[in-house]
């Protein structure tokens, strides 16, 4: 069978000429990160694609189209605009919400489902595979990377079949595994060097430049290292103004920035492309692009002459570590600046970003510090001297000061400071500023109001930003947990039929929505939710151990099995998985396996009472009744009084011959809620004769 396919060699030439023997039908893109920054090269496929997709099956693009156009706005020209959001609209000054990583994994996610809709469309009318080669793989920027290997993974190769053409550099841990457990690899072999008229250094270093800094013909490497300084950076200044005049945000964020950085003003047009594309990769949410370019920009930045530029640079990059699991950098990162700087404002948004960071990043957390550090960005923005920046910093950081002492349980204080935040806007501004900062501290307050046990409150909120900002669908899944928590499955439902229509693929919605389906009795769908978020998210456990158990309860034995063994693979003495497992086994009437899986369950946690009753069940099949009661004694004292628990002990006991400690148990079981009234009476009736089977609990 034909699978996806790794293509490694030294140079591009050889590689595509390899390419070109193996795959004749292949769309085939660069995407290295010179020249456009993240997503380049999907950006080229999706041009490709984009019109044959929109004429013939609009309605799977526009199932796709905020995941489409969010990190590539230029392909707005081929499918039109996006839902637009409050954050959207905001100018940077006001923005007060960020994206990081995970939101470009949804994004990512959704791309390549719309990609695998298209090729299984495509396979249909043809009966041939899509197929797709992405060249210069080790050059490309993390995002696309990301995204490469999600495709890999996810991609049937029979329907689309994937090509990763790279050099043998190491590429991230999650496109290697991906492409070792689906994909062949071949070697290019080096070709004949073609003859070559005799250039200069300088021509050599134009060839270079021209080609974005991404031409691996050695010769080229060398002439732009032995060309002159002044020409080279010439050189770069005109490859630049021929890219102005059309350039997208890719183009700037890639090409532009690369070339103003080395041309012939570095610390002036070079720190403004290098600052313009960061603020995109900033309000976009390509985190490991805004920490290359902060640190490049500050590399071109003068702390003394251009001190706002070169904490802007600082502040973000130590800002985008954090979602790449980076924060020992962002913490030094932020402590250069108070080293650095003694200006006030630079002093007050540190102290904040360093209190954020010890509320809830490192671990373990220190919310005490994290109080200190946020006093101080609070002193210093109440004596700022320009009364409207000592107003909208002194809410900002109020509002700081709010999620600290909300970490810190008290959070009636919380809400004080917030609707204190509210009520000073309210009164000092119009109703067209700082809109959405303003939702941000609605949103608090409404997260505040369910913490306090106040639901009905919270969920007029949600419903006022719902209404305010329809397609930021956090709202709706907010508002959808309250209903749940109310037993309004129907009212959850429809909120998150409604956020699943508008928000990219993210994994705890369809898990929420798949665990309402089930308490509604909609199996169908919540396995077909669970399903989805698997096939994009394989290691996610809850989702792994929600299927499992709903496979189980339907009695699909099979099934469920196959999920806990997937699920132990990936999480190995998983004490839910391993007691799932059990109970598979148990149900198979497969004892000793099943008792080797409950044991190994309980070496991990000898508390965990699903294990312990199953194993209960185990010893009582094995007659070994002592040892039954042992385990169902010890689940009582965990779980409390459980009738069900109870019986089953009160069984063990009968068979024991403990006739009295038997009917002891059924008779208090029968003073409980939710007791099996007719099966303990059953039981007690049998005292005096024999006992029946143990109950199994998942």
Not at 23 to 29: D, G, I, Q, W
Not at 164 to 183: K, R
Request: net charge negative; with cysteine; hydrophobic share 40%.
């Amino acid at each position: 069978m034909i699978g996806h396919l790794r293509i490694v060699g030294d140079r591009r030439a050889d590689r595509l000429r390899l390419i070109r023997t193996r795959t004749s039908r292949a769309l085939v893109v660069r995407c290295h990160q010179r020249l456009r920054g993240p997503y380049t090269g999907i950006d080229t496929v999706l041009r490709s694609v984009l019109p044959e997709a929109g004429r013939r099956w609009p309605e799977l693009v526009e199932a796709h189209r905020v995941e489409l156009l969010y990190g590539m706005p230029e392909l707005a020209q081929l499918i039109g605009p996006p839902p637009r959001t409050l954050a959207d609209e905001a100018s940077f000054k006001e923005r007060t919400r960020f994206y990081g990583s995970g939101m470009i994994r949804c994004m990512s996610q959704g791309i390549v489902t719309f990609l695998l809709g298209y090729a299984d469309r495509i396979h249909a009318d043809t009966g041939s595979a899509l197929e797709l080669a992405f060249e210069e793989v080790h050059a490309a920027e993390a995002t696309t990377q990301e995204l490469l290997a999600l495709l890999v993974r996810r991609a049937d190769p029979r329907l689309l079949r994937v090509v990763i053409s790279t050099t043998a550099d190491a590429l991230p841990d999650e496109l290697e595994a991906a492409l070792a457990a689906t994909a062949g690899t071949l070697h290019a072999p080096a070709g004949d060097p073609t003859p070559e008229a005799p250039r200069s250094a300088v021509e050599w270093a134009a060839v270079y430049v021209d080609s974005d800094g991404t031409d691996d013909d050695p010769q080229a490497l060398r002439g732009y290292r032995e060309a002159e300084p002044q020409e080279v950076a010439r050189l770069h200044d005109r490859r630049a103004d021929s890219l102005e005049g059309t350039a997208s945000w890719g183009v700037r964020m890639g090409a532009i920035a690369y070339h103003r950085e080395h041309g012939s003003d570095p610390g002036g047009a070079g720190r403004t492309a290098l600052l313009a594309a960061q603020r995109h990769a900033v309000a976009t949410g390509f985190s490991a692009a805004v920490v290359d370019l902060g640190l490049r920009g500050r590399g071109v930045s003068d702390p003394g002459s251009h001190e706002h530029d070169h904490w802007e640079f600082t502040r973000e990059a130590a800002a985008a570590c954090i979602p790449i699991g980076r924060l020992a950098q962002s913490m030094e990162l932020y402590q250069d600046l108070l080293r650095r700087f003694t200006n006030p404002k630079i002093h007050m948004m540190t102290s904040y970003a360093i209190a954020m960071l010890h509320t809830r990043f490192l671990r373990p957390r220190d919310h005490e510090l994290a109080l200190q550090w946020q006093h101080n960005a609070v002193a210093i923005a109440g004596i700022l001297p320009d009364p409207a920046e000592r107003l909208t910093f002194s809410v900002f950081h109020d509002n700081g000061l709010a999620l600290v002492e909300m970490h810190r349980g008290n959070r009636a204080r919380a809400l004080d400071l917030v609707e204190s935040c509210i009520a000073r806007l309210d009164r000092e501004m119009g109703d067209d500023q700082w809109v959405l900062h303003r939702s941000q501290l609605l949103y608090n307050r409404a997260r505040l109001l369910v913490a306090l046990g106040r639901p009905d409150e919270a969920y007029a909120d949600y419903t006022r930003l719902v209404d305010l900002d329809p397609y930021y669908t956090d709202y709706l899944s907010e508002r959808a947990r309250i209903s749940r928590d109310l037993g309004d499955f129907d009212a959850a439902l429809a909120d998150y039929d409604r956020a699943v229509q508008l928000a990219p693929p993210f994994p705890e919605l369809y898990y929420n929505r798949g665990t309402a389906r089930m308490r509604t009795g909609d199996l169908r769908g919540a396995l077909d939710d669970f399903a989805y978020v698997l096939e994009m998210e394989p290691s996610d456990l809850d989702t792994r151990i929600a299927r499992a158990e709903l496979l189980l309860e339907t009695g699909d034995l099979d099934g469920a099995e196959t999920d806990a063994d997937a699920g132990l693979a990936l999480h190995p003495g998983e004490v839910q998985l391993l007691c799932l497992k059990g109970t598979v086994l148990l149900q198979r009437e497969d004892f000793d396996q099943a008792l080797t899986a409950f044991d190994a369950a309980l070496e991990r946690d000898p508390r965990y009472p699903a294990a312990l009753i199953n194993r209960a069940v185990v010893h009582f099949h094995r007659s070994r009744h002592g040892r039954a009661v042992a385990d169902l004694t010890t689940a009582l004292d965990i779980v409390g009084n459980d009738p069900d628990v109870l019986l089953n002990r009160g069984i063990a006991h009968l068979a024991d011959g403990r006739t009295d400690l038997a009917r002891a148990d059924f008779d208090h079981a029968l003073t409980l809620p939710d007791a099996d009234v007719p099966e303990l009476h059953r039981h007690r009736e049998l005292c005096d004769a024999s006992a029946g089977p143990l109950k199994s609990q998942g």
